[in-house]
């Protein structure tokens, strides 16, 4: 029995592969966003501190990493170490400092939208309380604005996880490069079907795991 041009006995055999792939998928997914939630944070506040001598460096690197193609910079951070300096990256190890890299731009910029939504008024009467800047930020400021990030969060965080598909361009065997090798090898499309599902249960965790978070965040306001 066939489905696809394709045996069951095949299709077994491909998801069993597929399961072992989604593993890279994930390792470069959660690595990506152990680096890139942190540095993003850090990015943001160096955006919006008055002293040039951050604010500019950061504003140019949120434009280089927003303004080129994640492709491109897959290929620099797999390729440009061994030009310069002569070291070898591991491909997933390239690929998670692409990620990471360019991630954090974009969180950098959905957190300082979050944070400047947040009314002045806020920080004066922290201060009146006699709460520290420090404080002030991560008991009372932060956790209004993980409530008001979640939504734009979540769309990139789905976004990551389709991402990573990218990272076959410099040879790292996800699940996208697993597809495109059977679907060619086996003439048939259900192999990109299959990944396609894979990709498709990610996000729906992802998307239930932010909804849960939500909920929880509801009584702030």
């Known amino acids: ?49 008055k002293c040039k001598l ?7 690197y949120l434009n280089i990493m927003r303004g080129t193609p994640l492709i491109l910079q897959l290929m620099f951070w797999y390729f440009a170490p061994y030009y310069i300096a002569e070291i070898r990256l591991d491909r997933t190890v390239a690929a998670i400092v692409a990620f990471t890299f360019n991630y954090a731009a974009y969180f950098a910029e959905i957190y300082r939208a979050g944070i400047e939504s947040v009314p002045k008024g806020q920080w004066e009467a922290a201060e009146v309380l006699g709460f520290g800047k420090i404080q002030t930020f991560f008991k009372i400021i932060l956790p209004q604005v993980v409530k008001r990030i979640l939504p734009p ?31 060619s090898s086996q003439s048939s ?21 932010f909804n849960a978070a939500e909920k929880k965040l509801s009584y702030y306001k």
């Open 54 to 60: 951050i604010n500019i460096p950061v504003k140019i």
């Open 189 to 209: 499309i259900v192999p990109l079907i299959m990944a396609g599902v894979f990709y498709f249960v990610m996000n729906l965790v992802v998307q239930q795991a």
């Open 1 to 49: 029995m066939t489905f696809g041009n394709m045996s069951i006995e095949s299709i077994k055999i491909l998801f069993e592969y597929m399961l072992k792939a989604s593993g890279v998928t994930l390792s470069v997914f959660f690595y990506t966003l152990l680096f890139s939630l942190p540095l993003g944070l850090v990015v943001s506040l160096g955006r919006m501190t």
């Open 153 to 183: 969060m979540s769309n990139e965080f789905m976004t990551l996880v389709k991402d990573t598909a990218l990272a076959q361009v410099i040879g790292v065997a996800e699940m996208y490069q697993l597809a495109t090798k059977n679907m």
